[in-house]
C-alpha cells in the first residue's frame, strides 16, 4: 500500500511540474506575441564616449533611420522592425564606432553609439583636413565641435588609398598623436607638428622658442623621455632660447644649434650620472666645432713651412771687375699667424648620457 501511494504521489508531482512548464511556456509564447504585435511608441538613442563632447548628435542618428518610410520603426509592430538592418545603417556613419539596438518593456527602441575617438588632425599639402582615430581610420571634420588633438601639418596626399610609405606615415602619425594626448604635460606643450618632406616630424613647443627635431614616428617613448631631461638637466640651466633647434632623433644623445653663432663652451666631464625618474639622464655639455681650430692649425703649419726669401746672386759684371762682394743682409720676416677660419655651420651643442656636470661659467677662447 505505501508502495503505491509513493509512487502516485511521484507521478502527481511530475505531472504538476509538466503542467507549470506548459503553462510558463504558453505565458511566454502569448507575451512574444503580443509585444510582436505591439508597435514602437518611440527611438531613444544614448551616447557612449569619454567626454560629453560629440560629433554627432541624437537628430543625427534618427534621421538614418526615419528618413526612409520603409524603415523607420516608429509605429510599426516591433516583430516586423529588422533590428540587425538599423545597426547595420547606423554604422554607416563615419563617427559612429558601434552601435546596439533593443525593445524594452516599454516598447521603446533603445540605441546605444559608440563614438569614434579622434587621436590626430591632419591637414594635407591641398588644405584638406580630417582625423584619424586609434585605428588609422579617417573621420571628416565636424561643423559643431573641433577635437583637441595634435594638429599634423603636410601630409603628402589627399587620396584615401595610400601607397605603403605614406601608410607608414600614417600609423606613426597615430602612434605619435596617441603618445601626446596620453601625457599631460606633452598635450599642454605639444599642439602642431610638421611632416618634413622626408616623412620626418618636427614642431615648435609652447614653451621655449626653438624648434624640436624627433625624426621618424618610432621610439616615441624613449624620444620623449630624453627631451623631458635635457628640459630638466640642460635648458634649465644654459637658458631656453639660446638654442634655436633641438634634435633628439639621435641614440642617446640631443644635438643642439646655437642661435648666436658663439663657439660653444668646453664641458667638464666627470664619471658621475644621475638618476631622473629611474633613468640614467645627465646635463647638457656642449662639443666643439672643431673645423676651425683645425683650419687653424693647418694655417700655422703651412706658415711655419714657407721657404725664405733666397739672397741675391752678384752680377756677372761686378764679378770680373772684382768688385768686392758686398754681404747680402738676410731680411728676417716675422711669422704671421693665418687667422683662423669662421665655422661654415652654427655651432652645435650635444647632450649625451654618462656626465653629470657642465662648467658653463667661462666662454672658450676663439683661436
Known amino acids: 500500500m505505501s508502495k503505491t501511494t509513493n509512487i502516485l504521489k511521484k507521478l502527481g508531482i511530475a505531472t504538476l511540474w509538466v503542467g507549470v512548464m506548459t503553462g510558463f511556456v504558453i505565458l511566454l509564447v502569448a507575451a512574444n506575441n503580443v509585444k510582436d504585435e505591439s508597435k514602437c511608441k518611440k527611438i531613444i538613442v544614448k551616447f557612449e564616449g569619454k567626454d560629453d563632447n560629440f560629433f554627432i548628435e541624437t537628430k543625427d542618428i534618427k534621421s538614418l533611420i526615419t528618413k526612409d518610410k520603409s524603415i523607420n520603426p516608429v509605429g510599426k509592430p516591433i516583430g516586423s522592425i529588422n533590428v540587425a538592418q538599423l545597426e547595420k545603417l547606423i554604422d554607416t556613419d563615419p563617427w559612429v564606432k558601434n552601435s546596439e539596438l533593443y525593445f524594452d518593456n516599454q516598447q521603446q527602441l533603445n540605441i546605444k553609439i559608440k563614438q ?150 668646453q664641458p667638464v666631464i666627470t664619471s658621475d650620472s644621475v638618476k631622473v625618474n629611474g633613468a640614467d639622464e645627465v646635463p647638457v655639455y656642449e662639443n666643439n666645432d672643431s673645423a676651425s681650430a683645425v683650419t687653424s692649425k693647418k694655417a700655422e703649419a703651412v706658415a711655419a713651412e714657407k721657404p725664405k726669401p733666397a739672397a741675391a746672386k752678384p752680377s756677372t759684371e761686378s764679378k770680373a771687375k772684382g768688385v768686392k762682394k758686398e754681404p747680402v743682409k738676410k731680411e728676417v720676416k716675422k711669422k704671421e699667424k693665418a687667422p683662423a677660419e669662421k665655422p661654415k655651420q652654427q655651432p652645435k651643442a650635444v647632450y649625451k648620457p654618462g656626465n653629470k656636470s657642465v662648467n658653463t661659467s667661462k666662454k672658450q677662447k676663439t683661436p
Not at 620626418?200 to 613647443?205: A, D, G, V
Not at 622658442?209 to 623631458?228: E, R, S, V, Y
Request: overall charge negative; hydrophobic content about 40%.
Open 116 to 265: 569614434r575617438e579622434p587621436v590626430a588632425r591632419v591637414f594635407t599639402f591641398t588644405g584638406n583636413s580630417f582625423y584619424l582615430d586609434e585605428t588609422g581610420e579617417r573621420i571628416p571634420v565636424s561643423t559643431r565641435y573641433a577635437a583637441k588633438v595634435p594638429v599634423f601639418t603636410g601630409f603628402p596626399t589627399d587620396a584615401e588609398k595610400l601607397q605603403q610609405a605614406d601608410s607608414l606615415l600614417t600609423a606613426q602619425i597615430v602612434d605619435l598623436g596617441t603618445y601626446i594626448n596620453g601625457n599631460a604635460f606633452w598635450s599642454a606643450q605639444v599642439e602642431q607638428l610638421m611632416i618634413t618632406p622626408d616623412h620626418k616630424f618636427e614642431f615648435i613647443p609652447q614653451l621655449g622658442d626653438h624648434i624640436i627635431a624627433i625624426g621618424d614616428g618610432t621610439g616615441i617613448d624613449k624620444k620623449f623621455t630624453k627631451l623631458l631631461a635635457f628640459y630638466k638637466e640642460g635648458l634649465n640651466k644654459v637658458g631656453w632660447n639660446n638654442y634655436s633647434r633641438i634634435n633628439v632623433a639621435f641614440e642617446d644623445q640631443v644635438v643642439c644649434t646655437r642661435k648666436d653663432g658663439v663657439a660653444p663652451l
